[in-house]
C-alpha cells in the first residue's frame, strides 16, 4: 500500500530521516484529493468513501478509560501524560501542542512534541541545552515501536523557549520548533533532532515574529511559516546555505498578490469571505527588516498580503496547505492551498457554520491524502475533522476527557508522576494539536491535561 523508504543517511549521527513519501500513499493521491477545489471534476477522482460512521466511546488501551469518541474498529494508546517521568527522569511538561514524526531507526519512528508554555509554568522543560534560563517552554521527543505497538522511550530536547505553538518537519530528519511570542529577546524558530537534543540555537534569519508553523518544500529546501497574529503574513525563508542548512543566513519574503498590492484575507477588522476554489497569481516580497526588534516583520514588506491568524502548516506533494483560524465572515476558518510551481493560492475551504469545523489549527495531511484539522474553537468537546476531496467536512474524533480523583489515580498508577501535574475536572473542550500520521498510525495531542494518542484502524474505510 505504501512506496518504500527513500532514506538520507547522516554519516557522522546515522540518522535515516523520514521523508514525505513515508507519510502518503503517492503525490496523485494527495494531489488527487483536493484536485476538485481547483475546479477539476470530483468523480474523476473519488475512489473511496466519505467518512468512517458514527462516533463511539473507546477506551484507551492502556488505562482502560474512555478518552476518545472514534469511529467502530478504531483503538488507540496514551503516553506522555503531563507530569509523566520519562527515559532521562525529568517530567513531562504540560501544555502539548505541535508535534511530527520526523525520522525513523528500523522499526523504531522519533516524534518531537511541542510545549506551549510560558514562564512560571511547571514543569519547565527540561532539556540539556536552554536558550533562554528564565522560561519554560521548549520540546520533547518519544519514540514508537512500530512492530510491538508501543511508546518506548522520551527525553527532553529543547529548553528556554517561550509557547512552543507548532512547526513543521524537515525532509532531512528533524523538527522546527517555533515561538508563537514576540517578547524580548523571543519569537524565533528552533531546528530539533529527531534522535538527539537541540543546540538551542535560534534560526535568526528566517524572521522573528510570533511564528505558529513551517512546512518545507522537499525539493528546494524553502520553509515556509505562518504567523498568529492579526493581520498576519505568509512568509517564506529561502536559505543561502546548501539543502539542509538552515543556518548560514538566507532571505525572508512575504506573500503578495500579484498586481493587487496590500490585498487583504483579512486583518484587525476584515474578515472577506471567498468561494472554496478561488485563486490568485501570487509573487514574493522581500521582508526589510525580517528581525525586527519592535512590531511585526510584517511591517517591512510593503505591498504584502494580510491574513487574520495564520496557524497550522503542512507540506505535502510538494503543495503547501495552511489554515486562518479565524478566516471568513463567520469567523469559524478558511484552509488554503499554495502550488509553489505554479505561484498560485488557493482558498479550497472555508467554514459557513461551527458545527462544520470551528477554528482549525494543526493540520496534517493523511497516508491516503486526506487533510486532518485540529479544532480549536468552542466546541464543547473539541474534534478532530476530516476535509473530504469534494469539500465536505466530518468528524473523525471527539475529546472526551473527563476526570474524577479515581481516573487520575488509574493514570498515575500506569504513568507515574502523572498524578503529580493532572487533577480532576472536566477537559472535553481542551483543544486538539499535533496531528502526524506515519503509515497506519496517527498521532496527536490533547493539549490539556496534557496527553499523546496514538490512533490506528481500518483507514481504508474512509478518505483519511
Known sequence: MYKDFHQLIDHVSQEI???RRDFVKSGTAATAAFAALGGQSVAAAETF???YGPLQPVADKVTGLELLELP???EYITYGWHGQVMSDDTPTSGAHDGMSVVAARGNEIAIVRNHENSAGDRPAVMAPNWFDDNEA????NLIFDTVNRKFVASWSSLGGTI???AGGRTPWGTWISCEETTAEGHGWVFEVPGFGVSDARPIRAAGRFSHEAVAIDPATGIMYETEDARPAGFYRFRPEGKWGDLHSGGTLEALAVKDQPGFVFGDNGRFPSFADGTSWDVE????NDPMAEEGSALESAPGAATFTRLEGCWEDSGRIFFSATDGGSNRTGQLYEYDPRRQKLTMIYESRSASDLDSPDNIAVSPRGGLLVCEDGGQAQQRLIAVNRD???FPFARNRISLNNGDVATIDSHFPGAANHIGAGDYRGREWAGATFYNRWLFVNIQDPGVTFAITG???KGSL
Open 17 to 19: 530521516a523520514v521523508t
Open 49 to 51: 468513501s466519505s467518512d
Open 72 to 74: 467502530e474498529g478504531f
Open 137 to 140: 517552554g521548549g520540546t520533547s
Open 163 to 165: 509557547r512552543n505553538c
Open 284 to 287: 514574493w516580497v522581500p521582508v
Open 391 to 393: 469539500a465536505t467536512v
Open 458 to 460: 481500518p483507514w481504508e
